[in-house]
Structure formats: C-alpha cells, structure tokens
C-alpha cells in the first residue's frame, strides 16, 4: 500500500467549487465469473486510479477532430438535471463533474461524467462527505480523503447466456487521499 503526504491539501473538502485531484488504491477486490453455466468466486487484482473533479466547460459544436473539453458530455448531462438535488437542515445534495480513470493512464475527456455530490452542514460550513457516480452497470463512490467501493453488477439474468458469456460481477474497496 502507497501512503502519500503532502503538506499543501485539506483534510476536508469544504469549497463548492474545488478542483481537487484525489489518488485511490484498492484494498481487496473480489467478484464473479461465469463459467460452465455456474458462477464460480473469483479474487481480482485490485488498481489505483485518480480522481479529478473537473470545472464543467459549455459544450460547442465540434468540429471533425476536435476532442470534448476536459469535462467530457458533463455540461450536457447538467442542463437535463435539477441542481441543487435538495438541501436539508443537515446535507445539501447536488452535481459535480468528475474524471475517474486508472493511475497511469492517459487523460480521457470521454471519462468525464456528472456525480451526486453529498455535503454535510456543519455550522454555516458544508463539507463533502460523499461523491456517487454511476455510468451504466459501474459505481464507484467515495468519500475525499476515505473509502472508496468501486463496482460492476450487470443486468444479465439469462439461464443459459449465448456462447454461455456473461460479463463478470465485480466490487472494489480501498482508499483514497487529495493529492491536489
């Protein structure tokens, strides 16, 4: 396990608009396969991957070759949402745009996606306590400077799958910590 200090990042997270990078390893992985028409245990390895929460970019009209801005479709997905979420005597719940890719791998704008994001009231200060992303059968939550759980759980309930294939049911859980 790589434990990472750096003197210049909060312990919380308390500015709605932070950028902030975070560095998240895993701790145990574990899941699925299907095999010979049975689900069988399997023991994953497990990945470190960085988290960036991006400024939302307006879309433009691209042009043949042009890439998405860094915030990837998130200014889109945000203008078909209510924001804030709901705000309570103790959390606010609203949107933040987010780039979770694996630790060593190039930058991908197409990453970018729009997140659930959890405050909590403290006072007159609200700090993030939870950030929920969701792309397709995927989640990965965590909490800045905390656990993540990272997973893959397929809609797949056929007895007996074409070429007897089914994607693999997969959960991750680890730790993150701000690095930016």
Known sequence: MC???ASNVQSEIT???HYFKLFCVSEKSTGLDWKKN????SKYKGHKYLIRKVKIEPLKILRKGELFPKSGTCAMTMSEKINPLGEFADYKYDWGCYNIGKFGKEYSNIKSQLCSQQWEKQGTQLTLTRVNCQEG???F???PNGWFHHSVIHSNLADA???DFKGSLFVEVGKCSEIE
């Open 161 to 163: 799958p074409k070429n």
């Open 141 to 143: 939550i965590f909490a």
């Open 3 to 5: 434990v990472l200090f």
């Open 15 to 17: 500015e709605l608009n």
């Open 137 to 139: 059968q995927e989640d």
């Open 38 to 41: 049975a689900w069988i245990y």
